[in-house]
């Protein structure tokens, strides 16, 4: 794909100050909790940064691309697994496997998606299902790596051979990094070139091969990339929870995942990471309220499918529009 | 693997066959007549079990049990459709994905609230509940023969509908193209009605059917629900004749997939090797082949859809 040089440049948004003060507000955020007492909320947050990872890497292909996803929670366990494996056979270099959960899952995208982009619409959404559930099936076998019962990590990956991230803080902090990382990375590329071909190849996928471009290989490229996401999402999710199973895999994951993304309004990647966010908040005080929580949230569900077209981002923005 | 084994596993994938093809039916016509993608069909098979559980506890008879069941999820159908699917027919995939995957947390955990996660048991007709003896002593159940004569009624009954029906055919050319037949003076409306109700008593039938063979537990339609989308997928979307050939299809390469294929890894793999491959590859066969098909032809085997 050449860029053509005409191109104008994306017009640039307000400088992101706002997301600096989030990212700041977000890294203090470990130092009020342990202030007031409330430390387990770190871990609660930890683990809705690492979703956010996540779901932005999703919303470029779903939100973006126009391709609904639903089997993203393979790149997800892949990732996983590209931790726990290595673990097993005693390599626990963060430098080492991060790098591999990435590029294992970024592989299995291309293959998988070269087949799956062929298809369209609901057999899109039904193809992508089906390599999840092969992927999950296919670790569930793995009866040395703990088979359907997964394999606990007795410990978190390191770096340069230092176990950085034992404290619950410094591993928050991690995730933070690769969320607003992910946030940075998928926002610069919705707004570049690339990214405007893939969203006028949504809108009129035909007018995009008119007009000369390669609408497979833009959204080969943007699947690969969001798969190579989803594994760093993966790898991070195996050193939260000290756990690796491919539960992680299930089809209700990947179902959540698009959950988290509508939740944020789905032409947003703020709104994605938001999203993630929100929902890990939701799940645990619902949980307290009731074991049966999930009707809670099955309720909410249903109703921003119903009501709230565009999400958080949209109401924020009819907020502010008044 | 003796030719008994071969047979009475043949026999039960087609039982499997015929439960999904309950289940794909309703599925099938949803999706092709309205072009709606319900996730919680699944849920549909699952509340038609515990219908079939708490209505066998109030008459203690089966076949009064299954008729309210019947009725109750005929009514249970058209009131979810009338509360939130009515509003979301011509909205994107992506809505309907997620307010049905929604409806399956709220009925999935409100089953668990109300019966508890262990799982129920629903007895057999008294009469039907024996065995029929084969060769070595030994016996197939006579259920799982009613379930298979019941699933090719069904089928039966369904294509004398869709085929020879004034109802039938607005069916037909509903799934070929909605609007056009709406244009032509058609209560879409009500022919919608009538596709989701009867869809969600076929599967709430394929629960009460399977319920005395398989737990009536909270999460039972979930897997039967991914295998039936194989099942449309492969069959080609809108097509009842498409559903009944690939659920005969996925049935059976599932069931004798899973009996056979340790037994096939163990010619090329050593035992052990072939205990972790075998059933791996067995829950992996019909993605496979959904997969190939769709690669192939992208439009399942029977297409229905114009265009």
């Known amino acids: ?322 | 693997m003796s030719a008994t084994l071969l047979a009475v596993q043949a026999l039960n994938g087609l039982q499997l066959g015929l439960v999904l093809f309950l289940i794909a039916a309703g599925l099938t016509l949803v999706f092709g007549v309205m072009d709606f993608i319900n996730l919680a069909h699944g849920v549909q098979y699952m509340v038609g079990a515990y219908l079939a559980v708490v209505f066998y506890g109030l008459t203690a008879h089966f076949g009064l049990a299954l008729l309210l069941a019947l009725v109750a999820a005929l009514v249970f159908g058209l009131a979810m459709e009338a509360l939130v699917y009515r509003h979301l027919y011509g909205r994107s995939h992506l809505d309907q994905v997620l307010a049905t995957f929604g409806i399956i947390l709220i009925l999935t955990e409100g089953a668990k609230a109300v019966f508890g996660p262990a799982p129920l048991s629903l007895p057999r007709p008294e009469a039907l509940s024996g065995a029929i003896p084969l060769m070595d002593g030994f016996g197939y159940p006579v259920w799982r023969l009613v379930i298979i004569g019941a699933g090719l009624g069904v089928a039966a009954l369904l294509y004398g509908l869709v085929q020879h029906t004034r109802m039938g055919m607005q069916v037909r050319a509903g799934a070929t193209d909605a609007e056009m037949i709406g244009a032509l003076g058609v209560d879409i409306r009500r022919l919608f009605m009538g596709v989701f109700g009867f869809g969600a008593m076929l599967a709430g039938f394929a629960g009460v059917m399977a319920a005395p063979v398989f737990a009536v537990e909270p999460t039972m339609g979930d897997g039967l629900l991914i295998m039936a989308f194989v099942v449309i997928v492969i069959g080609g979307i809108g097509s009842i004749r498409g559903a009944f050939l690939a659920a005969v299809i996925v049935g059976l390469v599932d069931t004798l997939g899973r009996s056979f294929s340790t037994d096939v890894a163990r010619m090329f793999l050593a035992p052990a090797a072939a205990n972790d491959v075998g059933p791996a590859v067995a829950s992996m066969l019909v993605y496979v082949l959904m997969a190939g098909v769709l690669f192939w032809r992208p439009q399942g085997l029977f297409p229905a859809r114009a265009g």
């Open chain 1, 1 to 322: 794909m050449t860029l053509a040089a005409e191109t104008p440049a994306p017009a640039r948004a307000a400088p992101p100050l706002g997301a600096v003060a989030v990212v700041a507000a977000l890294a203090l955020a470990p130092l009020a909790f342990d202030a007031a007492g409330a430390g387990f909320w770190i871990v609660v947050l930890s683990r809705g940064l690492v979703y956010a990872v996540a779901a932005m890497a999703l919303q470029l292909v779903l939100g973006r691309g126009g391709l609904v996803c639903f089997g993203f929670a393979a790149f997800l366990v892949i990732g996983a697994y590209a931790v726990g494996i290595p673990y097993h056979h005693r390599v626990e270099e963060g430098l080492v496997v991060l790098p591999l959960a990435m590029a294992a899952a970024a592989l299995f995208a291309l293959a998988t998606g070269a087949i799956a982009l062929r298809t369209r619409g609901v057999y899109f959404i039904m193809i992508t299902l089906a390599f999840g559930q092969m992927v999950y099936y296919a670790l569930t076998a793995l009866s040395t790596y703990g088979g359907d019962d997964g394999m606990t990590l007795w410990g978190r990956s390191q770096v340069a051979g230092f176990d950085l991230f034992r404290d619950r803080r410094a591993f928050y902090w991690l995730c933070l990094g690769a969320a607003a990382g992910t946030w940075a990375l998928v926002r610069a590329v919705s707004r570049s070139h690339f990214g405007r071909v893939l969203e006028g190849a949504r809108q009129n996928e035909a007018r995009m091969a008119a007009l000369g471009f390669d609408v497979f290989r833009v959204r080969l490229i943007a699947y690969a990339l969001s798969g190579a996401l989803g594994g760093l999402a993966g790898a991070l999710l195996a050193n939260h929870a000290e756990f690796v199973s491919p539960a992680y895999g299930s089809w209700h994951v990947s179902g959540e995942l698009i959950v988290m993304v509508v939740l944020g309004g789905f032409a947003s990647v703020t709104g994605a990471g938001f999203g993630a966010i929100l929902l890990a908040v939701l799940e645990e005080v619902l949980s307290r309220l009731t074991s049966h929580w999930k009707i809670l949230l099955g309720l909410g569900v249903v109703g921003v499918a119903l009501l709230a077209r565009d999400g958080l981002a949209g109401a924020l923005a009819r907020w502010r529009g008044r």
